[in-house]
């Protein structure tokens, strides 16, 4: 018996200082404890599988006689409603969010003042469409270009801003095009800078979210104008085209747009309390229809969805099990708040998992990726996100590694 103990302990060390002299998988933390991940109180047991993380996608059960549409929680991305968001649609004057953000791009930049005169050309005079009557030969503020561009849908304005600003319309129209590469547009092409109707010139449902999203989070001094009513310039007071903003919906942006070819359309933006909902209609028959559509998907998805805080950013959501660290547990966490979108009558039957294998193998870095939450919801897809170290976790020394490996051989200690 003493023999077989013995026997047993000069094995553990045998293994310890092999641990010690070969590659890291010689100390890689045991497969039988690895094969047991964790849940919280509150969660599920989960495999430690680790399937792709899948976007939220949420679509809600409401339809729209616009040809295309998306509404969308702005917080969470959550989509409620996505109808054609992907097929390219002629956005009209719903382009000039794109030309507006690569103007905010020139100011924040310090490339251009807002109090900068800018020359008035024939080119842009004549531009047809919307206008915000811009003398000829004259100079005006970019400030003021920008008011008449936003709230008037001035085409002249955008031709005054693209030549000014880049030498021509056309040198502003590529910088258009690179910067919604930039911002993730992944399906847009701009051949001008006011939307007039060009084969060349599309945009999608979802393009127009990502740009309004981005407008409202990167320039939130310059998105205020979007919520203006009004605007006069040169004696001529021209009111905001934007419906929503004449109604008490906690609307405050963004664009309107209108062509035969692209029918009626609306990029809107509404806020009540910590929520903004977003909302892209495109094709729609008429100025009316238009506004009644926005006005419904609007109050639909305050009233239809709520918001649901689960975690903190920075805060432990649980510990792990750590093998040769000189820790024996490192904390978990979220790098940013997690915040889910789910249907109100849903809200009783969430369901929160944690799963990750442990132990977990030492050194650890702060925010290193070590396993996933899984916010699960009747009709809704699964939410994911990663589950990643909340502190640095250095590796045992020598000495330390081989007591832990011999203690594991003889009493199945893991630490």
Avoid at 45 to 50: L, V
Avoid at 122 to 132: P, Q, Y
Avoid at 300 to 327: C, H, I, K, M, S
Wanted: aromatic content about 6%; some cysteine; glycine content about 6%.
């Amino acid at each position: 018996m003493r023999l077989r103990w013995f026997c047993s302990i000069a094995a553990a060390a045998a293994l310890a200082v092999t641990a010690l002299t070969a590659g890291p998988d010689m100390s890689a933390p045991p497969a039988l404890a690895a094969a047991k991940p964790r849940a919280n109180a509150a969660a599920a047991t989960a495999s430690k599988a680790k399937p792709p993380p899948i976007p939220l996608e949420v679509v809600g059960p409401i339809d729209t006689q616009a040809r295309s549409a998306l509404v969308m929680e702005v917080e969470t991305g959550a989509v409620l409603l996505d109808k054609n968001s992907e097929e390219r649609i002629p956005p009209a004057s719903m382009s000039k969010l794109m030309t507006a953000y690569v103007v905010f791009n020139y100011l924040k930049e310090g490339r251009a003042k807002l109090d900068d005169e800018l020359p008035v050309s024939e080119k842009a005079w004549r531009t047809s469409g919307s206008k915000m009557f811009v003398p000829l030969g004259e100079r005006v503020k970019i400030s003021d270009l920008i008011h008449g561009m936003i709230i008037q849908s001035g085409n002249d304005a955008c031709v005054v801003l693209a030549e000014g600003l880049a030498g021509s319309d056309t040198a502003f129209v590529e910088e258009m095009n690179r910067e919604a590469k930039k911002i993730g547009l992944v399906n847009s092409h701009f051949a001008n800078v006011d939307g007039l109707p060009n084969p060349d010139h599309w945009m999608t449902a979802r393009d127009l979210a990502t740009v309004a999203v981005r407008t409202i989070k990167d320039f939130p001094q310059f998105y205020e104008i979007y919520g203006e009513k009004e605007f006069t310039y040169n004696k001529i007071t021209q009111g905001n085209r934007n419906p929503l903003l004449y109604k008490d919906l906690g609307a405050d942006g963004l664009k309107t747009g209108h062509t035969d070819e692209a029918g009626y359309s609306l990029v809107g933006s509404a806020k009540r309390g910590d929520r903004r909902i977003l909302v892209v209609l495109s094709g729609l028959p008429s100025s009316k229809a238009r506004a009644q559509e926005s006005e419904r998907l609007i109050e639909w998805a305050f009233r239809e969805y709520n918001t649901v805080p689960l975690f903190t950013a920075g805060a432990t959501v649980d510990e792990a099990q750590v093998w040769l660290g000189e820790q024996p547990k490192v904390p978990l966490t979220v790098a940013k708040d997690l915040v889910v979108t789910v249907p109100r009558k849903s809200r009783k039957d969430l369901k929160v998992a944690v799963t990750y294998d442990q132990p977990v193998a030492a050194p650890i870095k702060k925010g290193q990726s070590l396993g996933k939450i899984v916010v699960t919801v009747p009709d809704v897809q699964p939410i994911e996100t990663p589950l990643i170290a909340a502190a640095d976790v250095e590796r045992m020394g020598p000495f330390g590694r081989i007591a832990t490996v011999a203690g594991h051989m003889v009493w199945g200690s893991r630490h």
